[in-house]
């Protein structure tokens, strides 16, 4: 009778303690997990920095191991970022109701499908009496956006520049008045300033020669003789 008394009071106490082990489990309210990114529209192809805050609201310490973030074109359950023993990242503790930041990188892979595209970021980790838990943020959206890498290239065209347009010239008929006036009034000075003159070394001309004196006729007599002797 002593035995059973034992065994039940054993077994009671079995119970409260796994109780109590279900009581303390934590739950969805016990963390909060925030995630910013660099690009909000990256290009397939593209690398993105991503921001992870991770906020515990226990009064335990909690442990992480591993933490990324889960898009739509991954498989189920699969989360992208640090996890303890791989690339030299260890588990990380939180204190009690303490803060963990960190950040990574994810590239968008280059068949990811232009869009919008859905994500979240998780944590998986044990808390202070070695249950496991499972965390992740609230689901938010990434737009795709094509690929700008390749330059434009415009069309060439034979023609001038403004084909199809009509061409202004009213600046063209300006220089050109302009031009042809200041051309005008060159030319009228210059032709002003232009003085003719005698060349030094041309000699004086010869004074006209005077007609020969005419001669009187044999059967005339001298005009001055006007009487006789």
Same mark, same amino acid.
């Given at each position: 009778?002593?035995?059973?008394?034992?065994?039940?009071?054993?077994?009671?106490?079995?119970?409260?303690?796994?109780?109590?082990?279900?009581?303390?489990?934590?739950?969805?309210?016990?963390?909060?997990?925030?995630?910013?990114?660099?690009?909000?529209?990256?290009?397939?192809? /593209?690398?993105?920095?991503? @921001?992870? &805050?991770?906020? #515990?609201?226990? %009064?335990? *310490?909690? +442990? $992480?191991?591993?933490?990324?973030?889960?898009?739509?074109?991954?498989?189920?359950?699969?989360?992208?970022?640090?996890?303890?023993?791989?690339?030299?990242?260890?588990?990380?503790?939180?204190?009690?109701?303490?803060?963990?930041?960190?950040?990574?990188?994810?590239?968008?892979?280059?068949?990811?499908?232009?869009?919008?595209?859905?994500?979240?970021?998780?944590? /998986?980790?044990?808390?202070? @009496?070695? &249950?496991?838990? #499972?965390?992740? %943020?609230? *689901?938010? +959206? $990434?737009?795709?956006?094509?690929?700008?890498?390749?330059?434009?290239?415009?069309?060439?065209?034979?023609?001038?520049?403004?084909?199809?347009?009509?061409?202004?010239?009213?600046?063209?008929?300006?220089?050109?008045?302009?031009?042809?006036?200041?051309?005008?009034?060159?030319?009228?000075?210059?032709?002003?300033?232009?003085?003719?003159?005698?060349?030094?070394?041309?000699?004086?001309?010869?004074?006209?020669?005077?007609?020969?004196?005419?001669?009187? *006729?044999?059967?005339?007599?001298?005009?001055?003789?006007?009487?006789?002797?």
């Amino acid at each position: 009778m002593k035995g059973l008394r034992t065994v039940t009071v054993a077994t009671f106490f079995v119970v409260i303690f796994l109780s109590i082990g279900l009581v303390s489990a934590l739950s969805s309210s016990d963390v909060t997990i925030q995630t910013t990114l660099s690009n909000s529209a990256p290009k397939p192809g /593209d690398t993105v920095i991503v @921001s992870f &805050t991770f906020q #515990s609201h226990v %009064s335990q *310490e909690l +442990t $992480i191991y591993a933490l990324g973030i889960h898009t739509d074109w991954m498989q189920a359950d699969q989360l992208f970022g640090p996890k303890a023993g791989s690339s030299g990242w260890e588990a990380v503790t939180v204190e009690a109701n303490g803060v963990y930041i960190t950040q990574f990188l994810i590239q968008i892979p280059t068949t990811a499908s232009i869009g919008s595209h859905t994500y979240f970021a998780g944590a /998986d980790g044990i808390d202070s @009496s070695g &249950t496991a838990f #499972s965390f992740n %943020s609230a *689901e938010a +959206t $990434i737009q795709v956006v094509a690929s700008s890498s390749s330059p434009t290239v415009n069309p060439t065209s034979s023609g001038s520049p403004n084909d199809g347009e009509p061409t202004d010239w009213l600046p063209w008929i300006t220089v050109v008045a302009a031009a042809v006036i200041v051309a005008a009034l060159v030319f009228f000075f210059m032709m002003k300033s232009k003085k003719p003159r005698k060349p030094a070394s041309e000699a004086p001309s010869e004074a006209p020669m005077a007609p020969p004196a005419e001669e009187p *006729e044999p059967d005339e007599e001298p005009a001055s003789k006007d009487f006789d002797i």
